[in-house]
């Protein structure tokens, strides 16, 4: 589980360890300071000699989180048997992500603090080098087609994956976070494996999805 790996080892990353949990429950236009420094259990002038305004302790919390989900996530897919297994171990634990995420909280970052948005955005490219490498991975095991661009299909994916977290026709509280990621997932996966893949697949949805 990501929790696991969600640890403050010091006064820094005790703050940003409350921020994140913060961000993610409320979104972040509406957490304060005050929020942050009494969720961590500091005082607010502990904050401020960690970090000067909030624009900084969304950057570095979500440089921090980022780190943080990604090294795990580098780890279910290195422990994976093959490229399917780790793909389906990921989409598993961004499920439990999603669960715990304000639906607004993106919308709300890019809307009233476009430094961190574009830090955000910036931080995909992880996102998207590691899709590419499962891939490419999945190709050469012949559980995925070799007809596409691992590059473009990549990039696609994480951008497909960007609506669950905006507003727009999918998200207007008529589908949560969950189904909509689901199903994205599912119109993804059914158009590259192959038939051997795709066997693999069933195999793994009923070891990992929890319903």
Not at 44 to 64: G, P
Not at 93 to 100: G, M, W, Y
Not at 128 to 155: C, H, K
């Amino acid at each position: 589980m990501l929790e696991d790996y969600l640890q403050a080892t010091d006064v820094r990353s005790k703050i940003l360890l409350s921020t994140v949990e913060l961000f993610k429950r409320f979104g972040f236009k509406s957490v304060t300071m005050d929020d942050i420094a009494r969720h961590a259990g500091i005082s607010k002038k502990t904050l401020y000699q960690y970090f000067d305004n909030k624009n900084k302790v969304i950057t570095a919390a979500l440089d921090w989180y980022k780190d943080t989900l990604c090294s795990h996530c580098d780890r279910l897919m290195a422990d994976a048997s093959d490229a399917v297994e780790g793909f389906v171990r990921v989409k598993a634990n961004f499920d439990n992500v999603f669960k715990e995420v304000n639906p607004l909280s993106i919308y709300e970052l890019q809307r009233f603090y476009p430094e961190g948005y574009r830090q955000f955005r910036s931080n995909m490219e992880r996102d998207v080098e590691s899709i590419r490498r499962n891939l490419e991975q999945g190709v050469a095991e012949g559980n995925y087609r070799d007809d596409f661009d691992p590059e473009i299909l990549s990039r696609f994916h994480i951008e497909s994956s960007l609506m669950i977290v905006m507003p727009n026709m999918l998200m207007k509280d008529k589908f949560d976070m969950y189904r909509v990621n689901h199903e994205i997932t599912e119109h993804f996966m059914r158009g590259i494996l192959t038939a051997k893949g795709e066997k693999l697949y069933r195999k793994y949805k009923e070891q990992y999805y929890k319903h």
